[in-house]
C-alpha cells in the first residue's frame, strides 16, 4: 500500500512539473508575442508621427518611450499569468521610478522643457534670440538643452529648463523689423525742417519699408535739445545693415542742411553777497 502511495505522489509531482514547464514555455512565448506587438505598436506610431510631419528631433523619444511602457506593461503581465505576486513588484518598481525621479530632477526637468520646446517651437534653429541670459543665433535643440553661437562667435549650451523657464525674445518671427535712432536738435534750430529733412531721408533709402511708414516725431524736450525720434521698418535681411548705417546718415542729413546737434550745456548763476553780509557769516 505505501508502495502505490509513493507512486501516486511521485505521478502527481511529475504532473505538477509538467504543468509547470508548460506554463513557463507559455509565458516565455507570450513575452516574446508581447516584445514583437510593443516594437510593431511603437513603430506604427512613429510612422504616423512622420506622417502628421511631428518634430523629427522629437519622434524617437517619443516612440522609445511608448516602447518602454509596453514592455514594462508585458513584462508584470506575464510574471502574474505565471503567478508571481505582482502587487509587490509593483510598488517596488514604483518606488525606484520616484527615487530616480527625485535624484535626477534637474535632469528631468530639461528633458519636459525640451519637449515643450520643440513641440510648441518658439524658435528655430537659425533665430536670433534670447533665451537663458544670453542672445545669440540658435544653432542646436535637443531635448536636454539649446545651442547658441552668440556675437563674438562664442558657443553657449544652455539646459532647457533655462531657457524655457524665463522670457524668450525671437527677432526672427517677423518678416520685417524696426530700426530706430535719437538725436538732439538745438531749441534754436527750425524744427520742422529738422522733421521734413530726416523724414525725405528715411524715405529716400530703399531699405525702409513704406508700409508701415518711416516717422520722425519729437520724443522728448531735453536741457540743452530737442530730442528726436527716428522710426524705420525694414526687412529682416536690411534691419542690422539699416541699424548700423542710420546714425551716421542722420548726422550728415542734418550738417548738410546746417542743423546743429548740441553739446549739453548747463548753465550756473553765481550770486554776489553784499559786503556786510559777507562780513557778518565771517564773523560767526
Given at each position: 500500500?505505501?508502495?502505490?502511495?509513493?507512486?501516486?505522489?511521485?505521478?502527481?509531482?511529475?504532473?505538477?512539473?509538467?504543468?509547470?514547464?508548460?506554463?513557463?514555455?507559455?509565458?516565455?512565448?507570450?513575452?516574446?508575442?508581447?516584445?514583437?506587438?510593443?516594437?510593431?505598436?511603437?513603430?506604427?506610431?512613429?510612422?504616423?508621427?512622420?506622417?502628421?510631419?511631428?518634430?523629427?528631433?522629437?519622434?524617437?523619444?517619443?516612440?522609445?518611450?511608448?516602447?518602454?511602457?509596453?514592455?514594462?506593461?508585458?513584462?508584470?503581465?506575464?510574471?502574474?499569468?505565471?503567478?508571481?505576486?505582482?502587487?509587490?513588484?509593483?510598488?517596488?518598481?514604483?518606488?525606484?521610478?520616484?527615487?530616480?525621479?527625485?535624484?535626477?530632477?534637474?535632469?528631468?526637468?530639461?528633458?519636459?522643457?525640451?519637449?515643450?520646446?520643440?513641440?510648441?517651437?518658439?524658435?528655430?534653429?537659425?533665430?536670433?534670440?534670447?533665451?537663458?541670459?544670453?542672445?545669440?543665433?540658435?544653432?542646436?535643440?535637443?531635448?536636454?538643452?539649446?545651442?547658441?553661437?552668440?556675437?563674438?562667435?562664442?558657443?553657449?549650451?544652455?539646459?532647457?529648463?533655462?531657457?524655457?523657464?524665463?522670457?524668450?525674445?525671437?527677432?526672427?518671427?517677423?518678416?520685417?523689423?524696426?530700426?530706430?535712432?535719437?538725436?538732439?536738435?538745438?531749441?534754436?534750430?527750425?524744427?520742422?525742417?529738422?522733421?521734413?529733412?530726416?523724414?525725405?531721408?528715411?524715405?529716400?533709402?530703399?531699405?525702409?519699408?513704406?508700409?508701415?511708414?518711416?516717422?520722425?516725431y519729437v520724443a522728448a524736450l531735453g536741457d540743452s535739445a530737442v530730442n528726436l525720434t527716428l522710426w524705420a521698418w525694414a526687412q529682416r535681411a536690411d534691419w542690422w545693415p539699416l541699424q548700423q548705417d542710420l546714425p551716421r546718415r542722420v548726422k550728415e542729413t542734418l550738417d548738410a542742411a546746417g542743423i546743429s546737434i548740441p553739446f549739453p550745456q548747463r548753465?550756473?548763476?553765481?550770486?554776489?553777497?553784499?559786503?556786510?553780509?559777507?562780513?557778518?557769516?565771517?564773523?560767526?
Open positions: 500500500m505505501q508502495v502505490w502511495m509513493r507512486r501516486l505522489d511521485l505521478l502527481d509531482l511529475s504532473h505538477a512539473s509538467v504543468r509547470m514547464g508548460l506554463r513557463l514555455l507559455l509565458g516565455i512565448v507570450l513575452f516574446a508575442l508581447g516584445l514583437w506587438l510593443a516594437a510593431r505598436v511603437a513603430n506604427l506610431m512613429r510612422r504616423a508621427l512622420r506622417r502628421a510631419r511631428v518634430e523629427p528631433t522629437l519622434i524617437p523619444f517619443l516612440r522609445n518611450s511608448l516602447y518602454g511602457a509596453l514592455i514594462v506593461l508585458v513584462a508584470v503581465s506575464v510574471l502574474g499569468f505565471l503567478g508571481v505576486p505582482t502587487a509587490s513588484l509593483v510598488a517596488a518598481v514604483g518606488a525606484a521610478g520616484l527615487a530616480i525621479g527625485l535624484a535626477l530632477q534637474g535632469s528631468l526637468s530639461n528633458l519636459a522643457w525640451g519637449v515643450l520646446l520643440i513641440l510648441f517651437r518658439p524658435f528655430h534653429t537659425g533665430d536670433w534670440v534670447d533665451a537663458g541670459g544670453y542672445s545669440g543665433s540658435v544653432e542646436a535643440i535637443s531635448l536636454m538643452h539649446t545651442t547658441l553661437v552668440l556675437a563674438d562667435n562664442r558657443v553657449v549650451v544652455i539646459p532647457n529648463a533655462k531657457v524655457g523657464g524665463d522670457a524668450i525674445v525671437n527677432y526672427n518671427r517677423r518678416g520685417t523689423r524696426r530700426a530706430q535712432v535719437q538725436v538732439g536738435i538745438g531749441y534754436g534750430e527750425d524744427l520742422a525742417r529738422a522733421l521734413q529733412v530726416l523724414h525725405d531721408m528715411l524715405v529716400a533709402d530703399a531699405r525702409v519699408l513704406s508700409d508701415p511708414a518711416p516717422s520722425v548753465e550756473l548763476l553765481i550770486r554776489r553777497m553784499p559786503v556786510a553780509a559777507r562780513a557778518d557769516r565771517s564773523a560767526r
